[in-house]
């Protein structure tokens, strides 16, 4: 045996002998003076004060039948304990993992191509640094592949080059693409990317070759 004392599986057998020995050495079938029920829940369960529980103590290593509830109370008490512990570790579980799936899936949802008008002849322009206009912003969304743009009355058919920034002045996308006049109206088409794009405001830039910028305020969705 081990100089230095019991070792912990050691000291349980010893413990779990010396209750089952308080189990039938004290049998008081009259239950005299015994406490109740109520007390040994709350003794089993910890939740009776100590200077409360000492004064039955004595009863408890004397009293087989006491001894007996108490133990299946405390039995009980640590059931619930245990259940109550791996509900509240399941309940996290589950959660983390709800979370991971809609973290994935909005990962992995595929950005379908969708093309967007944008109509530009009504619309106020702020030329090269001038402020943007205050109107309300025009509206992509994040998912745009391909923009119809209907430039300004008057616009003259050629090359265009076009540009989405932050307010900051950060390129977010660039491209390029060629007007037409039809029926009345100059029309460009560009192809864009906007997947790195978030949900904020951004400008707008246009610029026909050999000319300044015009900047509107541009909001993706």
């Given at each position: ?21 308080l ?15 109520d ?20 009863h ?38 709800i ?72 390129t ?14 100059t ?35």
């Amino acid at each position: 045996m081990d100089a230095k004392g019991y070792s912990a599986r050691k000291e349980q057998r010893l413990l779990d002998a010396l209750g089952r020995g308080l189990l039938k050495e004290f049998p008081n079938p009259e239950r005299s003076g015994c406490p109740g029920a109520d007390v040994l829940k709350r003794i089993a369960s910890r939740t009776m004060p100590l200077n409360e529980a000492e004064k039955w103590l004595d009863h408890l290593g004397s009293c087989s039948p006491c001894y007996g509830d108490f133990s299946e109370f405390r039995r009980v008490h640590e059931l619930r304990q245990k259940r109550a512990l791996f509900a509240i570790a399941a309940s996290i579980l589950l959660a983390a993992g709800i979370a991971g799936w809609v973290l994935l899936q909005r990962h992995n949802e595929p950005l379908v191509a969708q093309t967007v008008v944008l109509d530009l002849r009504n619309r106020s322009v702020a030329r090269d640094t001038e402020p943007l206009p205050t109107e309300p912003a025009l509206e992509i969304p994040r998912n745009a592949s391909h923009l119809d743009i209907y430039l300004p009355l008057g616009s003259s058919d050629g090359p265009y080059e076009l540009r989405i920034s932050t307010r900051k002045g950060t390129t977010l996308f660039s491209g390029k693409g060629v007007a037409k006049v039809e029926q009345g109206a100059t029309h460009l088409q560009v192809e864009v990317d906007l997947s790195s794009a978030g949900h904020d405001l951004y400008v707008l830039q246009l610029q026909k070759t050999g000319s300044g910028w015009a900047s509107y305020p541009l909001r993706i969705k």
